[in-house]
């Protein structure tokens, strides 16, 4: 079955500064996505990011961007210039091609301090 | 629109008694999903559908059911209450499994059995 690691209950960061979340996986599969999900104290789960993992290129939106190891089978969320919205809890997550069952790592709480 | 809605939003119930998470969702999403968040823990698959009349297990599906009887609405059925369904649920959807399956999540009802 495939695991999700998050090692990292909790970090903390600086506004503006830059903090990497950690994720490593365990797969046989060649076909899979991965993804980052934010949930802040509303509950509420977002997607932050996504990758999949035929492609070499890391993915990047705004702020936010994974260093992809395929062969490490580690996933690491950086996020850079560190605002106060980005506190929350943030989950890694695992995705068999063709499957619809996402598989959840523990969460990382993070928080940023002004 | 509203994206998906979870009623109630907070229960308390005796151990023993039933009761019925609403989900719906206005998007036209083929996927639904109800996963339940323990403390500490990541979310975990308890069922999912793939359409309308169409329902399958996840991860933990004991001690709920499920029905899908139209495109918009999938109720998670609690039959005989235990402390060991205390628990966050959150619904979920999507439109299709297919390439990278990004999901919708409700905002979450929290479930109390005492």
């Known amino acids: 079955a495939q695991t999700v690691t998050q090692s990292q209950p909790e970090m903390s960061v600086q506004e503006a500064e830059t903090v990497t979340l950690s994720c490593t996986y365990d797969t046989s599969e060649s076909d899979y996505y991965l993804f980052w999900y934010k949930q802040p104290p509303s509950r509420q789960m977002i997607l932050v990011i996504r990758q999949e993992a035929y492609k070499q290129q890391n993915a990047t939106e705004n702020r936010f961007s994974v260093n992809f190891q395929k062969a490490a089978k580690s996933f690491s969320l950086k996020i850079s210039d560190s605002q106060l919205g980005d506190a929350a809890m943030y989950f890694c997550?695992?995705?068999?091609?063709?499957?619809?069952?996402?598989?959840f790592g523990k969460g990382t709480k993070l928080t940023v301090n002004p | 629109n509203a994206g998906v809605t979870q009623t109630p939003k907070f229960r308390i119930l005796k151990i023993g008694q039933s009761m019925t998470l609403q989900c719906a969702q206005d998007?036209?999403?083929?996927?639904m999903y109800w996963y339940r968040q323990d403390p500490g823990m990541g979310l975990k698959l308890i069922y999912y559908s793939v359409g309308a009349g169409i329902t399958d297990k996840g991860e933990v599906p004991n001690g709920y059911n499920v029905s899908r009887s139209t495109t918009e609405d999938f109720p998670l059925r609690l039959e005989l209450a235990a402390p060991s369904q205390t628990s966050v649920y959150f619904c979920a959807s999507s439109y299709s499994n297919y390439g990278a399956n990004v999901l919708t999540f409700g905002a979450g009802s929290r479930l109390t059995v005492l």
């Open positions: 997550a695992y995705l068999r091609g063709g499957s619809e069952k996402l598989v």
């Open positions: 998007m036209n999403h083929n996927y």
